[in-house]
């Protein structure tokens, strides 16, 4: 039995996270900081989110260990989120990346919690199958009262 198991479906098929991550398409742009301003590294598409970062794809490979930030769309106009490259992958010439959420500020805590519960409620919402809560359901058998 693997160290890290718990008791949670995670931990049980291998996965380390203990949150979960939902899987989209987004797009947005990296931006590296500089001496000139900010310098534009390219577009990204957000493949996966969760609390902690994003899996990123783009043809443009990022910087390692930089801080970058990351624009993003959101209900509330444009959203900047700092953060860094965790990881890079490499096929058929797209680069798969982990950025992760490195918050300068609460008000940059509040914005990744925002965004990503906006998130989720497009992929529960996309994925939910809302027949089933159907008010004209009167399957009581069995409930009390």
């Keep these: 039995m693997d160290g890290n198991a718990g008791s949670n479906d995670y931990c049980k098929s291998g996965e380390r996270r203990n949150v979960p991550r939902f899987g989209l398409l987004e797009c947005g742009v990296i931006w590296q900081g500089g001496q000139d301003g900010p310098k534009r590294l390219g577009t990204v598409v957000v493949t996966n989110a969760s609390m902690g970062g994003l899996q990123l794809r783009s043809q443009v490979p990022p910087p390692h260990n930089q801080r970058l930030m990351l624009e993003l769309g959101s209900e509330d106009g444009p959203l900047f989120l700092p953060g860094e490259v965790r990881y890079v992958n490499q096929e058929d010439g797209v680069q798969t990346f982990g950025f992760k959420f490195v918050p300068e500020s609460d008000d940059d805590r509040k914005a990744v919690a925002r965004y990503v519960l ?15 809560f159907s008010s004209d359901r009167l399957d009581t058998h069995g409930a009390p009262g």
């Design 118 to 132: 906006m998130l989720a409620n497009k992929a529960s919402a996309k994925t939910l199958d809302w027949s089933s």
